[in-house]
């Protein structure tokens, strides 16, 4: 909470109004940069009381990748909502010509951060799933139906991702029909976000599925006894 604060301050404090436009930029930039690194430093110390925490055989590893796996979520949710809502708020009311050429500069950019991360998300995300998961009889777990009602989710996220690639991204500059299916297109990426985020904090409160499978197998194991 005091991470929150202190990043929520740093966000909102206020810059001169006699200051040039480039300095007034540059205290915005810094600001955001005090900002991220409060972020990474607030993810961090998740992952340390994370689950990839507990794993006792591959403690450092597995807390290396769900740090990695956090901070490249983080990194594209909300490149994902701040794109939504920029198109939402801006974009829509400069002139065609002028959507065209920003959405034709903007998308590419944002296309390699989110590959970046969509990358970075599918290694450590696996990584992680294996250290929690380990063996297929414990995704009957509700730690394991649980996992898959995310990975459910997150599929058609990346469809779509897929589809702004390699299908609208083309068609921005010379197309002003393709901006509306971007802004669609985006827009229900961030509401599956907000569907895997909620699906994420089930998953934070439950066993691991390596756990809750090993004891019902030791519980299956122990022998019957019976006592007059």
């Given at each position: 909470?005091?991470?929150?604060?202190?990043?929520?301050?740093?966000?909102?404090?206020?810059?001169?109004?006699?200051?040039?436009?480039?300095?007034?930029?540059?205290?915005?930039?810094?600001?955001?940069?005090?900002?991220?690194?409060?972020?990474?430093?607030?993810?961090?110390?998740?992952?340390?009381?994370?689950?990839?925490?507990?794993?006792?055989?591959?403690?450092?590893?597995?807390?290396?990748?769900?740090f990695l796996h956090l901070l490249?979520?983080?990194?594209?949710?909300?490149?994902?909502?701040?794109?939504?809502?920029?198109?939402?708020?801006?974009?829509?009311?400069?002139?065609?010509?002028?959507?065209?050429?920003?959405?034709?500069?903007?998308?590419?950019?944002?296309?390699?951060?989110?590959?970046?991360?969509?990358?970075?998300?599918?290694?450590?995300?696996?990584?992680?799933?294996?250290?929690?998961?380990?063996?297929?009889?414990?995704?009957?777990?509700?730690?394991?139906?649980?996992?898959?009602?995310?990975?459910?989710?997150?599929?058609?996220?990346?469809?779509?991702?897929?589809?702004?690639?390699?299908?609208?991204?083309?068609?921005?500059?010379?197309q002003d029909t393709a901006g509306?299916?971007?802004?669609?297109?985006?827009?229900?990426?961030?509401?599956?976000?907000?569907?895997?985020?909620?699906?994420?904090?089930?998953?934070?409160?439950?066993?691991?599925?390596?756990?809750?499978?090993?004891?019902?197998?030791?519980?299956?194991?122990?022998?019957?006894?019976?006592?007059?």
């Amino acid at each position: 909470v005091g991470r929150l604060g202190l990043m929520a301050a740093v966000l909102c404090l206020p810059l001169s109004p006699r200051q040039p436009a480039d300095e007034e930029h540059r205290g915005w930039s810094y600001s955001l940069l005090w900002a991220t690194g409060l972020g990474g430093v607030l993810l961090l110390t998740l992952s340390l009381v994370s689950h990839g925490a507990a794993t006792l055989e591959i403690p450092a590893t597995a807390v290396c990748a769900e740090f990695l796996h956090l901070l490249a979520a983080a990194f594209w949710g909300g490149g994902l909502f701040h794109l939504a809502l920029s198109l939402l708020q801006g974009l829509w009311a400069a002139a065609p010509e002028v959507r065209r050429t920003a959405l034709a500069a903007l998308v590419p950019r944002f296309s390699l951060l989110a590959g970046l991360c969509v990358s970075t998300v599918i290694i450590t995300g696996g990584c992680s799933a294996w250290a929690q998961v380990t063996v297929l009889p414990a995704l009957r777990t509700p730690y394991g139906m649980t996992l898959l009602v995310k990975l459910a989710l997150v599929l058609p996220l990346l469809g779509l991702g897929a589809l702004n690639l390699l299908w609208v991204r083309p068609r921005l500059a010379r197309q002003d029909t393709a901006g509306y299916w971007l802004y669609w297109g985006v827009t229900v990426e961030a509401l599956l976000v907000v569907l895997i985020l909620g699906a994420v904090g089930i998953l934070t409160s439950l066993e691991p599925a390596r756990q809750v499978a090993a004891q019902q197998r030791n519980a299956s194991k122990r022998p019957l006894t019976l006592q007059d």
